[in-house]
């Protein structure tokens, strides 16, 4: 059974940092781009970041660039989302995704609340 479990998340004062990761187990995500996304209450999920297999090609939400780092180390199938300066306005239940085919991710996390204090 494929499943991605993401931890890391909390509560911080802005400007703060929190690192957040996936851990995949049931098949390797080593040949498959991954990617991270948000949902905040009363709103729909959006895209934060994703990555693709080698981790040599990375993007960003507008909202997140400069600040948010994604990456992966495949020989632990894990994905990374380290988030600096962290604002109010990222809280939010954080989900990783993998093995994105024709702009859709087939496999996603049960997500981690990420909560930021003003």
């Known amino acids: 059974q494929v499943q991605l479990v993401e931890s890391g998340g909390g509560l911080v004062q802005a400007g703060g940092s929190l690192r957040l990761s996936c851990a995949a187990s049931?098949?390797?995500?080593?040949?498959?781009?991954m990617g991270w996304f948000r949902q905040a209450p009363g709103k729909e999920r959006e895209f934060v970041a994703d990555i693709s297999w080698s981790g040599g090609n990375t993007y960003y939400a507008d909202s997140v660039k400069g600040r948010f780092t994604i990456s992966r180390d495949n020989a632990v199938n894990t994905m990374y989302l380290q988030m600096n300066s962290l604002k109010p306005e990222d809280t939010a239940v954080y989900y990783c995704?993998?093995?994105?085919?024709?702009?859709?991710?087939?496999?996603w996390g049960q997500g981690t609340q990420v909560t930021v204090s003003s």
């Open positions: 995704a993998a093995e994105k085919r024709r702009g859709m991710y087939n496999y």
């Open positions: 049931g098949r390797t995500f080593s040949s498959a781009t």
